[in-house]
């Protein structure tokens, strides 16, 4: 690593950090490097391996407009087929000498005088120094076991889905499995293939929506490599119809209960016991908690070694899991599929800001920034999947490239300009979030339900209340009016940058 002051570093090698990089050189920075606190590139889609694991969004969206994969084999594509995809674009946008891997970012603090960010990093005395930052390390990158009673007793095996155990044999055993959002309803089809009995631990039953996943011809291949302009006019088909999606999962319209007749269709013809249906059917808005994209599922539960536990677990036993009624259901293993630690308060690691501001002090009853990328106080720091960017209806990638274009032009102006600090404005920022907080009101994931996208006392600082259009569109330009722009003072010694290579 350089002793010198970098342009940029970003933070984190997941699908974000290593789109800002690839904007970045496209723009000719090439003074960055990628802080990585693992071994290998991929963010969720390295740690998420466990069986079954893909995308519910069509593979034609979940990709960056800039790397078109002509090669897709499949409508929506496996954990594997999306690694290879984040791999083949880091090797051809050349990005391998700018890792750092085993790089563990554990503080920023910003010197105000310099107009630099000191960057502390586990293991290492002396603190990297960069022009800019770009915080890159992803909502869904901490996985741990959830809090339940008596988890520290149980005697088998524990697996959580972000950290899969590929070592671990399933045949013959019994498996329970707490959970059935996103993760577990991809897990329970594959487990019940392989072990001997599956116990599914459900705590709050979700929205089940067809997923029709077809292999991608052959032609279509050619005709996507051969003619750019195709694969690109059935990208923009995908995204206005997840558009169009949005005015039922958004905002809580009658289009919602046609949302809602789809699930209910969905669960009648598939699950054929009306007590199962019962148990099945959810009991909020759907949109509210994120929708369960598959065929799999229903069918999966109602095979003969699967079982649908409703009632609550009371603790966990050294031989299995207690449930509140006293029934104690014996695993050899017990998968979590329960989420991430997701940080919607305090910050992912510290931050110090202009005058020893601390922005997890700040963020403590919720975060909040201006559209998502930049925080008043904390200059020259960028941030991917920020505050209020989540979306319900359409590709994270869409606002990830909507949010990396944003960045790297406002590193270009920062470097350009030679600006010591770009500071967003705290009006411009508290006038942009009362918008947000007022908008949500009308949406469903503020509707009542428990989920990941709201804080304890309800704020929501995940989701974005609108169409991808129209977050597209405000990231469209870096209006300067937004910040403060300070200059490096005329006399100053230069900020030191130097090449990384
Ligand atoms: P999740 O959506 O947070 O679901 C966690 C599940 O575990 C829920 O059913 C939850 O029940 C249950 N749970 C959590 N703690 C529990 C406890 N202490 N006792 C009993 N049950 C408990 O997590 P996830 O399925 O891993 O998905 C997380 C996010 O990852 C998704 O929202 C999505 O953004 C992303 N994801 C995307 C895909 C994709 O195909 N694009 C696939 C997988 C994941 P409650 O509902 O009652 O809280």
């Known amino acids: 690593m350089t002793d010198k002051t970098l342009a940029v570093a970003i933070i984190g090698g997941g699908f974000a950090g290593i789109g800002a990089a690839i904007r970045l050189k496209q723009k000719g920075i090439r003074d960055f490097v990628i802080l990585e606190r693992g071994t290998a590139i ?21 990709s960056y407009s800039f790397a078109p994969n002509p090669d897709w084999s499949h409508t929506y594509s496996g954990s594997n087929e999306i690694l290879g995809y984040i791999e083949a674009m880091t090797a051809e946008f050349g990005l391998g000498p700018h890792f750092r891997f085993g790089h563990t970012v554990t503080g920023l603090e910003f010197d105000e005088p310099a107009g630099e960010w000191e960057i502390a990093i586990d293991g290492r005395a ?9 915080l890159a390390s992803g909502p869904l990158a901490n996985a741990g076991f959830p809090d339940i009673r008596g988890i520290e007793t149980f005697e088998g095996h524990k697996i959580h ?10 045949t013959g055993k019994r498996v329970a499995v707490v959970g059935t959002g996103a993760s577990a309803v991809q897990i329970i089809p594959e487990l019940v293939d392989r072990a001997a009995s599956v116990k599914v631990f ?46 039922g999962v958004v905002w809580n319209t009658p289009l919602t209960r046609v949302v809602e007749l789809v699930g209910r269709a969905q669960l009648r013809r598939q699950v054929k016991d009306p ?36 009632w609550p677990i009371a603790r966990i036993a050294p031989q299995g899991i207690r449930t509140a009624e006293g029934v104690e259901h014996q695993a050899d293993c017990i998968v979590f599929a329960t989420g991430f630690d997701v940080s919607k308060t305090g910050t992912p690691i510290p931050v110090i800001g202009r005058d020893g501001r601390v922005l997890a002090e700040e963020w403590a009853r919720g975060a909040f920034a201006y559209k998502s990328v930049a925080v008043s106080g904390y200059p ?54 009362a918008t947000m907080q007022r908008r949500l009101t009308g949406t469903t994931w503020n509707s009542g339900c428990r989920s990941w996208y709201l804080t304890e006392d309800g704020f929501n600082a995940t989701m974005y209340p609108g169409f991808a259009t129209q977050y597209v569109h405000q990231l469209r330009t870096v209006n300067l009016d937004d910040y403060t722009a300070v200059p490096v003072a005329a006399g100053a ?9």
């Open 493 to 501: 010694p230069k900020p030191r940058i130097a090449a990384v290579s």
């Open 126 to 134: 002396d603190r990297l120094r960069a022009r800019t930052v770009v």
């Open 275 to 310: 007590w199962l249906r019962r148990q099945l059917t959810p009991e909020f808005r759907a949109g509210c908690k994120r929708l369960l994209m598959t065929d799999d599922y229903y069918p999966a539960l109602q095979r003969e070694n699967c079982k649908l536990i409703t």
């Open 161 to 170: 889905s972000a950290r899969w155990d590929h070592d671990y044999d399933f």
């Open 42 to 62: 991929g963010g969720t889609w390295r740690d998420n391996t466990y069986p079954g694991a893909a995308c519910d969004i069509p593979s034609r969206l979940y």
């Open 380 to 433: 020259n720091l960028f941030l991917t999947f920020g505050p209020n960017s989540g979306p319900g209806h359409n590709s994270a990638l869409v606002y990830m490239e909507a949010q990396i274009d944003y960045l790297t032009r406002a590193i270009g102006t920062i470097l350009d300009r030679d600006l010591r600090m770009l500071d967003v404005r705290r009006d411009r920022q508290d006038s942009y979030n």
């Open 202 to 247: 459900q705590r709050t039953p979700g929205w089940v929506l067809p997923r029709v996943n077809r292999r991608t011809s052959p032609l279509t291949k050619e005709l996507y490599r051969r003619v750019p302009a195709a694969e690109s006019l059935a990208r923009r088909a995908w995204f206005y119809g997840h558009e169009s999606v949005a005015l």
